[in-house]
């Protein structure tokens, strides 16, 4: 029995198409096998009787037959058929009107979106109106406008939301910080009645929030009394700061920054999941809050970095360091960082030494008492003289800044910082700064 | 591509129909007897060759000069009428088997066999190949009547039946044994009414 294989071989070798050293294979096997003689036989057999069947053939009036059908259908060649499709208007007349519609299709839209923010505040006051009360819209409303509005319409009532932050925008929040903070409360109250989904758009009022720069010097420059000064003055000037400081490796920087901050008798708090990108040397940007750090005190901080910058690696020093007063938007940002409601930022109550009084006091003598049995406790004045208080370790946190972590309300570290921050002392600062990598 | 046939052609996309007319004559008898051996019906293939020239006809300024001008006019009318036998197929096969289940048509008057007169012969056994053939699916059926009817190389049969020459040396293979399978079985049947 021939394979498919050769049976192949073989009907190729009947049409003619197999090749030179094919073709001899093939009559090889002829040669040798007669069930393949037999099977070549066959094919050829058939071949030659479809050859042999009759050739039809189409009538001499074939051609005319078509040529007819091609008039009775009107039927056009290629080339006429391409005249007849030719377009009526000159190509021009096209690119021309391709143009126009893309013209009017981005004017529309630059105006559109040009046009959507105004809209959209216009429509939130328009509903703020009617929702809020009167001395909301006293807030709102300069006083010009409304001596010459008595009767606010809707429109009016819009046009006074932009005047307010212009207002604000061109006074300053230095000179006026209770227009600054009206104009915020503003923008959240709008937010809030809107019943729109809040957009980017809406913020338009944040983003003119403008902050005064306090001061930008390098550490490195800090020896000298002038800026030590100046440095000192500015902290005075506020209660709470924001600072920019940028290194190469942030790793070190931290290295550097703890080894100063224990020093002058702050603890950093290093939240778990910094630690770890800390460790790992990841790059990453670090946050440090603190709400316990005197002027004197961060002067004095900024002044040791400045020192142990000078003996540093130039290739591992700090930039320069950029002093700005805390604005809302950075109090957001701790509260972001920190994980926990704005409304509950401010710290609990606390009496001298650091005493909880919304804590019963037996809570604390059983602390103190198993402190004590442990060894931990205050040690046992000396007789004839008297127990100086001590105050609470004091202590600064550091989150990740960037990549700013998930669920900071889970971190033990920011739970226990909470747990345990003192109430702000007097001339304390709140300091959030960021050291970011360059 | 024969120079003549380019210069038809020129002429047929100047507006001259005569030219296509003179394409028409030559091309004519060939396409028609495929065109009939594949479909089994003179009046069916009569229009399928037509539609063919008229297809060709208004579509020339598209014929790439890649190819002899017949084996482009061969593909239009090949693949119509291979479509066509796909179409009836479907309608025999939802209407019944009009030869018998799985029987070998019997030809249309097997006591002609046996008249000695040679006409009479070739009329039978062009039945019998006719009926065999019809038995065939009908890409099968196309390319043996392109290799023995039409004497057509592999390479020219792929380029009008749009498939690779492996696809056509494997389905001349299995057509030639379908074949071969079916007229034993015919030869068979008629000896034994014998």
Redesign the interface.
């Known amino acids: 029995m021939l394979s498919d294989q050769v049976?192949?071989l073989l009907?190729?070798y009947?049409?003619g198409?197999l090749p030179a050293r094919q073709r001899e294979a093939a009559s090889r096997l002829l040669e040798q096998s007669a069930e393949a003689r037999e099977f070549v036989r066959?094919?050829e057999a058939?071949?030659a009787?479809?050859?042999?069947?009759?050739?039809?053939?189409?009538g001499?009036e074939?051609?005319?037959?078509?040529?007819s059908?091609?008039?009775d259908?009107r039927?056009?060649?290629?080339?006429?058929?391409?005249l007849a499709r030719s377009p009526i208007y000159p190509a021009w007349i096209g690119v021309a009107a391709a143009a126009a519609v893309l013209f009017v299709v981005g004017v529309g839209a630059t105006l559109y979106f040009y046009s959507l923010p105004e809209h959209q505040q216009k429509v939130a006051v328009a509903r703020n109106d009617t929702n809020q009360s009167a001395k909301t819209s006293d807030l709102r409303t300069p006083r010009k406008e409304k001596e010459n509005s008595p009767a606010p319409t809707k429109e009016k009532s819009a046009q006074p939301k932009s005047s307010a932050s212009k207002d604000v925008a061109e006074n300053g929040d230095k000179s006026n910080p209770a227009a600054n903070q009206t104009a915020l409360e503003f923008t959240t109250d709008a937010n809030v009645s809107m019943e729109t989904a809040p957009t980017r758009r809406l913020e338009v009022f944040k983003e003119l929030e403008q902050v005064e720069l306090a001061l930008s010097l390098a550490l490195r420059d800090l020896d000298q009394p002038r800026l030590q000064e100046r440095l000192r003055e500015t902290l005075k000037d506020d209660k709470a700061f924001h600072l920019d400081l940028t290194c190469a490796s942030t790793a070190k920087g931290l290295d550097r920054l703890q080894a100063v901050f224990q020093v002058k008798g702050i603890k950093l708090l290093i939240d778990k999941a910094a630690l770890t990108r800390w460790q790992k040397g990841l790059k990453t940007h670090y946050a440090l809050y603190s709400e316990d750090v005197t002027p004197e005190e961060l002067t004095a901080i900024l002044q040791a970095l400045g020192a142990d910058d000078k003996k540093a690696d130039p290739k591992q020093r700090f930039n320069k360091i950029i002093i700005n007063h805390l604005t809302p938007a950075n109090r957001g940002e701790i509260c972001t960082l920190l994980g926990v409601d704005p409304r509950n930022m401010a710290a609990k109550p606390k009496g001298p030494l650091g005493v909880d009084i919304t804590q019963p006091l037996s809570k604390k003598t059983e602390e103190q008492l198993a402190d004590s049995l442990a060894g931990k406790g205050a040690p046992r004045p000396a007789p004839g003289k008297a127990v100086a208080p001590k105050g609470p370790d004091r202590v600064a946190l550091i989150l990740s800044y960037n990549p700013v972590r998930i669920s900071p309300a889970s971190s033990k570290e920011v739970k226990q910082f909470l747990a345990t921050r003192p109430g702000q002392r007097p001339g304390a600062l709140q300091i959030l700064l960021v050291l970011r990598g360059s | 591509m024969s120079g003549d046939d380019d210069r038809l052609i020129a002429d047929?996309?100047?507006?001259q129909?005569?030219a296509?007319?003179?394409l028409?004559?030559r091309y004519?008898?060939r396409l028609?007897?495929t065109v009939?051996?594949l479909v089994d019906s003179?009046e069916d293939?009569?229009d399928v060759?037509?539609e063919a020239?008229?297809h060709a006809?208004?579509?020339?300024?598209?014929f790439k000069r890649e190819s002899q001008f017949f084996t482009w006019l061969y593909r239009i009318a090949v693949n119509s009428a291979i479509s066509l036998k796909r179409k009836q197929r479907i309608v025999v096969s939802l209407h019944g088997d009009r030869e018998g289940q799985g029987g070998v048509p019997e030809p249309h008057d097997v006591s002609e066999l046996s008249q000695p007169d040679l006409v009479l012969e070739?009329a039978d056994?062009?039945r019998r190949?006719?009926a065999a053939?019809n038995r065939l699916s009908p890409e099968h059926r196309a390319v043996?009547?392109l290799?023995?009817?039409e004497d057509q190389?592999?390479e020219t049969m792929a380029e009008i039946l749009q498939v690779p020459i492996g696809t056509i040396?494997?389905r001349?293979?299995r057509a030639?044994?379908e074949?071969?399978e079916v007229?034993e079985k015919t030869t068979q049947k008629i000896e034994g009414r014998r």
Do not use: M
């Open positions: 049976r192949q009907a190729t009947v049409d198409e066959q094919l058939d071949a009787a479809l050859r042999r069947l009759p050739r039809r053939q189409l001499p074939f051609p005319q037959k078509v040529l059908v091609i008039d259908r039927l056009h060649g290629a080339r006429r058929a391409k | 047929c996309l100047k507006g129909t005569a296509f007319g003179e028409v004559r004519q008898d028609f007897n009939f051996r003179a293939a009569q060759v037509q020239f008229l006809y208004q579509s020339l300024d598209r070739r056994e062009e190949i006719q053939l043996l009547i290799k023995d009817l190389k592999y040396r494997s001349l293979h030639r044994l074949l071969r007229l």
